[in-house]
């Protein structure tokens, strides 16, 4: 079985349990079961809108239109193939973990993650829904949940980087986390 870790870093020999930049996850080495969930790690993002079908196809879905080249065109990573001496599966379907650090067998440039992400889909490793695609439910779905994370995160009293993403992306859902703030603000 063939183990990945992405990486936008390049020449690693040893992958080192490290601390997710924008998620509250434990310091550990994150790797994977499968080539696209591999390569959509390859660029460091605030979120991965991808999921697992019924019969376990791994699939990405555009929560904005156009995300999937936004996000991923023209940007590079490493995909590294792994050799942990001991790993744990987590709750998420085909993610290992390691507390220890994990010799790399060998790594291969990949130079824009969003043509590979595009080849994986013409392959039937990934499908991929597109923003046009989905349906009103998901839609309002996506639109609730970001609405949600914006204000459980605070972003609306930030200027971070993550809240930019979110007040760019994520229009709708922030005027409507700005107009719950304003209400509950109220007397």
Known sequence: MEIYHRSPTAGLKILEPQRPKNFDKPPWVYMTKLLPMALMYGVRNFEYTYGYTKDGQIYLEEYFPDALKTIYKGKSASLY???PEESTETEIPNELISEKPVAVLSEKH?????????EQERIGRLKIYRHGELSEEVLDWIFRTQRDIIIKKHYLDQSSPAAE????HYPSSWAAAKALQKASEEP
């Open 165 to 168: 993403y979110m007040k760019q």
């Open 110 to 118: 990949i130079p824009d993650v969003y043509d590979a992400l595009l």
């Open 81 to 83: 193939l792994c050799v």
